[in-house]
């Protein structure tokens, strides 16, 4: 089993603490953003083809940034 520890100095440090601790609700968000323009670009659910390419180009930058950004958002 391997153990880590992260250690702050608060307040200054504030905001990064925030975001180590919510990390996983980020991460869901984003997985939750995704699913849902997934979902909404299969079903065509848009009246305007310019909104369907729209949201395809969306999620196609978060992936992206994602990858470039060394991160996974599936396992």
Not at 15 to 25: H, K
């Amino acid at each position: 089993m391997m153990k880590a520890t992260l250690k702050f100095n608060l307040p200054e440090e504030q905001y990064q603490f925030e975001s180590a601790v919510n990390g996983c609700q980020w991460h869901d968000l984003i997985s939750d953003l995704d699913e849902k323009l997934r979902q909404d670009i299969k079903h065509k659910r848009y009246k305007d083809k310019t909104v369907g390419e729209g949201l395809e180009n969306i999620r196609k930058y978060i992936l992206d940034e994602i990858l470039d950004r060394g991160l996974k958002l599936h396992e």
